[in-house]
C-alpha cells in the first residue's frame, strides 16, 4: 500500500475502500536525516486517503482553411 522509494520518497498505490487503513491512509508521517553529526525531522505530513477522481483533459484545435 505504501513503499520506499530508493530515493527516500513514499508512494501510495491506489487502494479500494475494503483495502484502507487507518494507520496507513490516515496518519501523520515525518522524514528522518541521520548522519555523523546528528538527526534532523521534518514537519509533520499529515495524510488522508480519500477518493480519486480522473480527470480528463480536451484539445480543441480549429483548422486554419
Known amino acids: 500500500m505504501v513503499f ?3 530515493n527516500g520518497s513514499l ?4 487502494f479500494s475502500a ?3 487503513r487507518h494507520e496507513v ?3 501523520v508521517y ?3 536525516l541521520r548522519n555523523l ?4 525531522l521534518s514537519r509533520e505530513i499529515h495524510v488522508r486517503g480519500g477518493k ?3 480527470i ?3 484539445f480543441i484545435t480549429k483548422r486554419l482553411s
Open 4 to 6: 520506499t522509494l530508493s
Open 11 to 14: 508512494m501510495f498505490y491506489p
Open 18 to 20: 475494503e483495502k484502507y
Open 25 to 27: 491512509h490516515a496518519t
Open 30 to 32: 515525518r522524514c528522518k
Open 37 to 40: 553529526v546528528g538527526t534532523v
Open 52 to 54: 480519486c477522481y480522473k
Open 56 to 58: 480528463f483533459f480536451f
